[in-house]
């Protein structure tokens, strides 16, 4: 069946270093891939997505581009924040199974100042 | 629109309590998703909806767990009865089955089983 690996945490930075979290998948079909992002107290929200593969996926400084040769859709910041510090997850959905998403473990960041 | 809204967002009860979680989804949306989420299993898929009928529930842990969506805007998470293991933060999400598959979830029950 599908999967997402992603690398363990934490990953402990300070203010302002560059970011990569690492993500690769498995899945049958060509399916969409998404980071999603978790601060403490609260539900998981769309930091960004790509529906094909090349295509690459931004907002909030963040950038993830999806790389269908290595089935992979790691994650980029050039420049943290404290602000940033949260559990980020990567997830795929394959067209052939509705909408259900599957995620990976989470990798959660902390941003020293 | 405001969102995935979930009730009540804490919740302690005792042991062998019967245990009631409700979500109303973004209007317009067409699925709908409980997960449950610890600090030692992850994220969790517990079942999902498609236009209020239940699509998978492989991942409902055992027979004490219970979900119904009644119509497209209100479904329910039921446990009973409820043990201390079931501690966890539960989430509700839904999507739209027009859009690119992404989900929209609540802010979480916090469920605390003493």
């Known amino acids: 069946g599908d999967s997402v690996t992603q690398m363990e945490g934490p990953v402990t930075l300070s203010e302002e270093a560059f970011l990569t979290i690492n993500c690769t998948y498995t899945?049958?079909?060509?399916?969409?891939l998404f980071w999603y992002v978790q601060y403490p107290g609260e539900g998981l929200q769309l930091l960004l997505k790509?529906?094909?593969?090349?295509d690459k996926g931004s907002n909030k400084g963040f950038e993830a581009t999806y790389r269908k040769e290595t089935t992979s859709f790691h994650l980029e910041k050039g420049s943290v924040q404290v602000s940033d510090s949260a559990v980020y997850f990567c997830?795929?959905?394959?067209?052939?199974?509705?909408?259900?998403?599957?995620f990976g473990g989470g990798t959660r960041l902390m941003v020293k100042p | 629109d405001a969102g995935v809204i979930q009730s009540p967002r804490h919740e302690v009860t005792e042991m062998g309590q019967e245990v009631t979680l409700r979500c109303k989804p973004i209007?317009?949306?067409?699925?709908l998703f409980w997960y449950r989420q610890t600090m030692m299993r992850g994220l969790e898929l517990l079942i999902y909806?498609?236009?209020?009928?239940?699509?998978?529930d492989s991942g409902m842990p055992e027979d004490r767990f219970s979900a119904k969506m009644p119509n497209a805007s209100f479904s329910t998470l039921k446990i009973q009865p409820s043990e201390p293991r079931d501690s966890a933060v539960y989430f509700c999400?839904?999507?739209?089955?027009?859009?690119?598959?992404?989900?929209?979830f609540g802010p979480g029950t916090r469920l605390t089983v003493t």
């Open positions: 209007s317009g949306h067409d699925y």
């Open positions: 999400a839904s999507s739209f089955s027009g859009s690119s598959y992404e989900q929209y």
């Open positions: 899945a049958t079909g060509y399916p969409s």
């Open positions: 909806f498609n236009n209020n009928v239940p699509i998978d």
């Open positions: 790509a529906t094909k593969a090349d």
């Open positions: 997830a795929l959905s394959d067209k052939n199974a509705g909408n259900m998403l599957t």
